[in-house]
């Protein structure tokens, strides 16, 4: 008997599972393969500008965003497997082509499709935990996928300098590895039917909800025409501010409220927007770190390994945490923000007070610690944006693309800074990270009660 995962409505196989988890493997990959041979295409093509180097590693990014709000869109079909196995084939073709490119422009056009198909499998990463899993099995399961994710860019960081030394085509393989997801795709068609909602079942729900409602209003006069009572028409009142205030007081399935929460299609506005407010930021916060260390780091005589060292720290500790991440809700509980907030501002002093390779590893786990636990909560609230569960996936598109916008404006949002200030300085993105920080912890600790920031127990305790 095949072994069983709980998913909190029953039980699915561990193969599904694994099938699941594979999509995780390559969504933080594009781009890697070219940071370690940036300074040698220099030298490899003679006209080569740092502008279109720059391209090679933003452009899968910039690309990612409006494919991953497509797939998300498209996620409201049937086709769901589809367009997984589209945006397999899209991913592992871009890194085959790349491995026998000897043109930079056309690296440039093959990092495009890189990010399109990139694009296309991201909410389906996390878009088929929310169908399958619900309740503290999803928040378990959101962790896990980040944590794969996270210990699959630490290997590829290290595959990818390694197969580097060796030939600057060899570091493009590392874009094959969502061929794995391919051979797994069989055991993805056997998620239960009843998991992946279909739409069009559903759509068909809401269009006979309607009708009956209208039936039943119009027959109403009919009947009370020839008796109506005084005693009839107080009922009908508090019947009908009863259904009219229904909606702001009704509370989700982590106990969170909806009261004066506008809908906008499928989407509750307010907390779409404060939810992708949140993670852009996050993401931006962490993203700095990694983006500015190797412009510090050798001006405090620290190596390239070095560098790379403390990088892949980060990005362990963000895989460890993730792994044990409803323990850690368990553990703060209320406080899991504040913590995690807290962890990643001292990480950004350290980096701004020592000078030294161990305590930048200390920093680099303090910041991996805060991010890897606020992550996976980040993508359970993300299911909570919409009044209908078919449209999880396109929810978890739109969180998704808030994190890679929040990605690509590092650089614009710390030369913003740099212009205002007129500071130069490497140690000055560092000032920027730690303010920046610093701001969002005393919003965190104000708003900590509310959805965005909100723990409530039903993220970590089963139901009894």
Not at 38 to 53: C, M, P, W, Y
Request: glycine share 6%.
């Amino acid at each position: 008997m095949a072994f069983e995962i709980k998913t909190g409505k029953g039980s699915v196989s561990l193969m599904v599972v694994i099938a699941i988890w594979s999509l995780s493997l390559a969504v933080d990959l594009p781009g890697l393969a070219v940071t370690p041979i940036e300074g040698r295409l220099h030298q490899i093509f003679s006209d080569v500008t740092d502008f279109k180097i720059q391209l090679l590693t933003v452009l899968p990014n910039l690309v990612i965003i409006p494919f991953v709000l497509l797939s998300g869109k498209l996620s409201e079909t049937r086709h769901k497997l589809a367009i997984i196995v589209t945006g397999i084939i899209l991913y592992a073709l871009s890194g085959l082509l790349s491995i026998f490119s000897g043109s930079l422009t056309i690296l440039i056009w093959l990092s495009c499709l890189l990010g399109a198909g990139c694009g296309l499998i991201l909410p389906f990463s996390t878009g088929l935990i929310a169908d399958v899993f619900t309740g503290p099995y999803r928040t378990k399961q959101m962790g896990v996928v980040s944590a794969i994710g996270n210990i699959a860019l630490v290997g590829a960081t290290f595959a990818v300098g390694f197969l580097a030394a060796k030939s600057w085509h060899l570091p493009f393989i590392v874009y094959m590895i969502p061929l794995i997801s391919l051979l797994l795709i069989p055991w993805l068609k056997k998620i239960p039917k009843s998991d992946l909602v279909d739409p069009a079942q559903l759509a068909a729900q809401k269009a006979a909800a309607p009708t009956a409602t209208v039936q039943t209003t119009a027959a109403a006069p009919a009947e009370a025409a020839p008796t109506t009572t005084p005693a009839a028409d107080p009922a009908a009142t508090v019947a009908a501010a009863t259904v009219a205030t229904a909606p702001a007081s009704q509370i989700d399935v982590d106990g969170f409220s909806f009261a004066n929460q506008k809908l906008v299609g499928p989407f509750y506005l307010g907390r779409t927007i404060w939810l992708m407010i949140a993670y852009c930021f996050f993401e931006f916060a962490c993203t700095l770190q990694t983006y500015y260390l190797p412009n510090l780091m050798p001006t405090l005589n620290m190596s390239v390994e070095d560098v790379s060292m403390v990088t892949s720290v980060y990005y362990f500790l963000m895989f460890v945490i993730g792994i044990f991440v409803t323990a850690v809700l368990k553990l703060f509980k209320k406080y899991t923000f504040i913590v995690s907030t807290a962890f990643i501002v001292i990480g950004f002093i350290i980096y701004l007070v020592f000078k030294d390779l161990p305590m930048f590893i200390v920093a680099a786990c303090l910041v991996g610690l805060g991010n890897g636990q606020t992550q996976p909560i980040f993508y359970t609230k993300a299911t909570e944006l919409v009044n209908d569960p078919a449209k999880s996936t396109l929810a978890l598109a739109f969180l998704q693309a808030a994190n890679y916008v929040g990605i690509s404006i590092v650089p614009v949002i710390v030369n913003l800074f740099v212009f205002i200030f007129n500071n130069h300085t490497v140690i000055f993105p560092f000032i920027v990270g730690t303010g920046l920080m610093v701001i969002a912890l005393v919003i965190i600790i104000i708003r900590s009660r509310h959805f965005v920031f909100g723990i409530h127990p039903q993220y970590f305790e089963n139901p009894s």
